[in-house]
């Protein structure tokens, strides 16, 4: 609609111009008033196609913020669950590593007891391809409220891969234990093996050692789930999103 008001007042301009009934300044007057009249149709349309873009734009973030918010709800699920791992963890190789237990073999009972937490690995599976997405496709400035923004951006882009940095290293110790294990395990009956004795060796004892403190682990999995836990709360105070 706008630019046929152009079209029709850039015809009227050309007319005005040519049009030889009428003297130089009536052509002026006639002329600027066209002009203003194609000027204001043009900002008019440049600002009402600014308008739809804009809510489009937003209405895009809205979405994207709503599923991100579903997305950080699990990710602090999973690494609650991580993080009492880890702290499971801790407690099999402080047992291993603890004074009292330096003699010939470890109890059976007691290594059962912590066997899941010796053998298993635990690292987050992060659910980031909303916002891997998102930050590709050129949107993540669209988010106004750049506190927000800059919280999503420093979740995944530091504090998430700073936590896979260090369980990366974590379980980078537990692999060369348990090559160690399989390198001098031996069957000593049908039930049993050596498992006990090989971790009391001294280079067993100093990969434990590593293993019973995941401090730095547990820190950066609290940030991480503090972080994300301000991001949600943002998500709902700002956006109306979720249940209230």
């Not at 791992?85 to 099999?92: D, E, F, I, T």
Request: with cysteine.
């Amino acid at each position: 609609m706008a630019d046929q008001e152009v079209a029709k007042h850039t015809k009227r301009v050309f007319n005005i111009w040519n049009n030889k009934d009428h003297g130089f300044w009536h052509k002026t007057r006639e002329f600027l008033i066209e002009i203003i009249i194609i000027v204001f149709a043009v900002s008019l349309s440049i600002w009402l196609h600014d308008r739809s873009e804009h809510k489009h734009q937003q209405k895009e973030v809205k979405e994207f913020l709503a599923g991100l918010r579903k997305d950080l709800l699990a990710d602090i699920i999973e690494m609650k669950d991580d993080k009492e791992s880890y702290v499971n963890q801790g407690k099999a190789f402080s047992y291993i590593t603890s004074a009292n237990f330096k003699q010939a073999s470890l109890d059976i009972d007691s290594l059962n007891k912590y066997k899941s937490w010796i053998y298993n690995t635990t690292r987050l599976q992060q659910n980031n391809g909303r916002f891997e997405g998102f930050k590709a496709s050129g949107k993540i400035g669209a988010i106004e409220d750049k506190i927000l923004q800059n919280d999503i951006m420093d979740l995944y882009q530091e504090n998430i891969p700073s936590l896979l940095t260090s369980a990366d290293g974590y379980i980078h110790w537990k692999n060369l234990l348990f090559e160690f294990g399989i390198k001098n395990r031996k069957r000593v009956s049908d039930a049993a093996s050596n498992m006990a004795t090989i971790l009391l060796t001294d280079e067993a004892q100093n990969l434990c050692g590593f293993l019973a403190n995941p401090v730095e682990i547990l820190k950066r999995y609290e940030i991480c789930i503090n972080k994300m836990k301000t991001i949600v709360t943002e998500i709902e105070n700002k956006y109306g999103i979720g249940e209230k």
